[in-house]
Structure formats: C-alpha cells, structure tokens
C-alpha cells in the first residue's frame, strides 16, 4: 500500500512561554490524510488545530514525532526558500486578507498561483473565477471591493491556482454568515477533489464538517479523542466530548435532525 499523503504521526508542539514553563498545545497526535479525501478536524476555540495545521505547513516546529507529506518529512521553515515538495500543500485562513495580498487584483494574484503552477494548464484566471461562482468581470478588482463570503471564495480560487495536492482551511468559513458557510465549505470540498488535491479542513463546527468531510477528526486540549467516518462520530459518538460537541450544535442542519438520530 501506498504511504498516504499526509502522515502526521505522534506529533507534539509545544510553546515557550514568557514567564519559563511551556504549553503542550498539540500532544502526541496522530492523523493521516489519504489521497483525494477531505478529513474533517474539530475541536473548541484553544485546543490546538491551527498549531497542528501551521506545523503541517512547517510555520510551527515540532517536538516530537513526525510529520511526512508525500514522504518528505516536514521541518519548520527558516529564511530559506520553501522547499520545492512544501508548494504543493496550501492554506486558506479565517481571515482572507491572511491569504490575499490587499494591494493587488484579484486577477492578478490568481494568475500568479497559475503561474507557479506551471504543468496544471486547464485552469485560467476566468475558469477559476466561474468555479467560486464570481463573474470573470471582477479581475480588476482589489479584494476590499468584494463581500466577505465572496474575498473567501477568492482566497480559495487563488489556493487552488498553484496546483495544491493537499489544501488546508483553518477555519475557512468562521467568518461567514450562517447562510453561507455550508455553502462555502461545499464549495471548497468539490474545487478541491476536482483539482485531484485533499482537504482537511479545520472548523469548530461538527453540523458543517460532517457535510463535506468522508472522516473527522475530534481533538480536546491537544489530543485526538475521537476519529472515524464522518457518520459515525455524527451518529455514534463513542466519546464524552464528542457527545458534549454534539448536544452544543444549536440549530440542526436543515434536514431536521438531531445528532444521533439516523437520518432516514
Ligand atoms: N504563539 C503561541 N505562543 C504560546 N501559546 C500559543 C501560541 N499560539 C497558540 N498558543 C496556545 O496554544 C493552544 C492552542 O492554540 P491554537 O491556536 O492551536 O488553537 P485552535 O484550536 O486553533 O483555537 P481556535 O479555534 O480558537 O482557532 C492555546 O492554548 C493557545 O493559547
Ligand atoms: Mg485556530
């Protein structure tokens, strides 16, 4: 069998703190990513996902265990150069000025991502804008000039320019209306399966991850509790926690169902 795509395998990440002591914020965590999968990662604000994302993308050192992506071995990143096997991992933040650059089209950062992707040509500019659902129009403009939910679809398009095998989202849709995160994530899952890439995708929200994600992965204060199949931590949560994520989901999906109850 094929290693997977990402491995990440005992991870630990810790943080100095000022005063001396040090916080485990991820503590011996072990998670794979398969190839053209979207795992889900879930957990309360604090628990350590976007240290865990950031180590992935080699911004956090590690301290312990190892993270392999395509085999290589992620190290943090120092002044030099990203490391050519490094580009093919992208991520998209909360924040989507965190991914676009607010002084320069929307067109024309998305036509960089193509460029430093050169052997993935059935992309264009216009093609990716038509894929996050934006008129081909709007190229000129500056990413102020959009809505959030749109500067969010932007950031994704200009993500999946540069040729990613895996795309990250931390929390790519907190800061979305409601209405328009399920939209979004969807969204998200599909660019991404389509581009041939997987997606782990990093929410506090178990009624939208379960939409999109095949597994989720539950962590609390830097462990991973629970991880299965996305209908089986939605419908038999064998954890506590899990339980407790679960009842705290105030409005259901829509469909009118409650978590553990089978959707028939
Ligand atoms: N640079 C840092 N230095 C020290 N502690 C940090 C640093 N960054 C994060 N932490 C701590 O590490 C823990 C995990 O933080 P992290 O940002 O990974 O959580 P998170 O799960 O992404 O939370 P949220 O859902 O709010 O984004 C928290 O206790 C946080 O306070
Ligand atoms: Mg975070």
């Not at 998670?31 to 350590?48: F, M, Q, R, T």
């Not at 990613?164 to 599909?190: K, N, W």
């Not at 954890?239 to 989901?249: G, H, P, S």
Request: charged share 20%; net charge neutral.
């Amino acid at each position: 069998m094929n290693a997977p795509l990402l491995s990440i395998d005992n991870v630990s990440v810790r943080y100095k703190l000022p005063g001396g002591g040090s916080l485990t914020a991820v503590n011996e965590v072990s998670l794979d990513v398969a190839d053209s999968s979207v795992v889900g990662l879930v957990g309360e604000s604090g628990c350590g996902k976007s240290t865990l994302a950031r180590a992935v993308c080699g911004l956090e050192a590690t301290s312990g265990g190892s993270i392999k992506f395509k085999g290589h071995e992620v190290r943090k990143l120092g002044m030099r150069r990203r490391p050519e096997e490094l580009m093919r991992i992208q991520m998209v933040f909360q924040n989507p000025y965190a991914s676009l650059n607010p002084r320069r089209t929307v067109g024309s950062q998305i036509a960089d991502g193509l460029r430093a992707n050169p052997q993935q040509t059935s992309w264009s500019v216009a093609g990716l804008l038509e894929e996050v659902e934006l008129p081909s129009d709007v190229q000129q403009r500056f990413p102020h000039q959009f809505s959030g939910g749109q500067r969010q679809r932007i950031a994704i398009a200009r993500a999946i320019a540069s040729g990613p095998e895996l795309l990250i989202g931390d929390e790519p849709i907190a800061s979305l209306d409601a209405s328009l995160q399920a939209r979004v994530a969807t969204l998200m899952r599909r660019l991404a399966l389509e581009a041939g890439a997987s997606l782990l995708f990093i929410s506090h929200d178990l009624a939208v991850v379960r939409i999109i994600a095949d597994e989720v992965a539950v962590m609390n204060k830097g462990v991973i509790v629970e991880h299965g199949t996305s209908q089986q931590v939605w419908e038999q949560p064998q954890e506590a926690y899990t339980k407790r994520l679960l009842a705290a989901i105030p409005a259901v999906d829509g469909l009118g169902t409650l978590p553990g109850e089978a959707a028939s």
